[in-house]
């Protein structure tokens, strides 16, 4: 179920050490060294990729169909055929409200 968290080792991009031991002060050092750098992480997320799809005519959704008369023993069925074909990702968008991302490390509420 679920975790759509990453699953890359050693790379936190909101804690300064990379790996798994720290060194007590050093470590510290090194998280607001990285902190005050020019790769400021920030807990939370204004973006994603969007789900939805335009196809040929400009529409918008998430899935796209087209309904087939399929022809077997004399009687006309309907049928509805997936379009997979000629589909242009909406892309990016931007979110109404920042949600936190995934791998935020810090418990924000402990019952």
């Not at 179920?1 to 890359?8: E, I, N, R, Y």
Request: net charge positive; proline share 5%.
């Amino acid at each position: 179920m679920g975790g759509s968290g990453s699953k890359a080792k050693g790379v936190w991009p909101f804690s300064g050490s990379g790996g798994g031991g720290d060194s007590g002060n050093e470590g510290n050092e090194q998280s607001l060294a990285r902190l005050k750098g020019s790769r400021n992480a920030t807990p939370f997320v204004f973006t994603r990729r969007s789900s939805l799809y335009y196809d040929e005519d400009g529409d918008l959704a998430h899935e796209f169909y087209e309904e087939t008369v399929v022809t077997k023993n004399g009687r006309k069925k309907s049928k509805l055929k997936r379009i997979q074909k000629n589909l242009i990702p909406q892309g990016i968008v931007k979110l109404d409200h920042p949600c936190i991302h995934v791998d935020f490390p810090i418990v924000l509420c402990e019952v």
